[in-house]
Antibody
């Protein structure tokens, strides 16, 4: 079964850091670009960051650029998001999502998400 | 940045047709993708590249895209179609994925 499982969420104070992980299974992980997409409580979907199949190309939403870093370990079938200088507005459910091949312009598989709460 | 605008809500009776619009500047020149999200669940891709359906998605879901508006059409609506729906494009000018504002579909 194709599956993405996120972990690493929690409650953190403003200015703090958190590292999210996404474990992939059921498919050849290094054939796919991956992204993180978040959803604030009661709000819509927002793309956060993406990475190509080998980690050689990354992209970030303006709202997180310079604070978040996406990475992947193909040997471990895992995707990561290092989040620094967290703000209240970063509070959201963070999903990892697989890019639909070949162009990866959309996302065909999503994880259930891990919740990040930034609060003092 | 590129903006996608959807109506906040659409109501439809069972068996009827629901049409959800997604407005964007010259969106007809882009590939549009649609997701269904039920409460407490992850989004599910229902239409990609304007009008293609992933395997397992019923033929009742269809899409079109022209000019400044893309449309997701749900035919013969069922109670199980009640969900939030989001459109999405890739904005090549910013190298960003962009989501629409979302539409809540209510089955009367």
């Amino acid at each position: 079964e194709v599956q993405l499982v996120e972990s690493g969420g929690g409650v953190v104070r403003p200015g703090g850091s958190l590292r999210l992980s996404c474990a992939a299974s059921g498919f050849t992980f290094d054939d796919y670009g991956m992204s993180w997409v978040r959803q604030a409580p009661g709000k819509g979907l927002e793309w956060v960051s993406g990475i190509n199949w080998n980690g050689g190309s990354t992209g970030y939403a303006d709202s997180v650029k310079g604070r978040f870093t996406i990475s992947r370990d193909n040997a471990k079938n895992s995707l990561y998001l290092q989040m620094n200088s967290l703000r209240a507005e970063d509070t959201a459910l963070y999903h990892c999502a697989r890019g639909l091949v070949p162009a990866a312009m959309t996302f065909d598989i999503w994880g259930q998400g891990t919740m990040v709460t930034v609060s003092s | 940045s590129y903006v996608l605008t959807q109506p906040p809500s659409v109501s439809v009776a069972p068996g009827q047709t629901a049409r959800i619009t997604c407005g964007g500047n010259n969106i007809g020149s882009k590939s549009v993708h649609w997701y269904q999200q039920k409460p407490g669940q992850a989004p599910v891709l229902v239409v990609y590249d304007d009008s293609d359906r992933p395997s397992g998605i019923p033929e009742r879901f269809s899409g079109s895209n022209s000019g400044n508006t893309a449309t997701l059409t749900i035919s013969r609506v069922e109670a199980g179609d009640e969900a939030d729906y989001y459109c999405q494009v890739w904005d090549s000018s910013s190298d960003h994925y962009v989501f629409g504002t979302g539409t809540k579909v209510t089955v009367l």
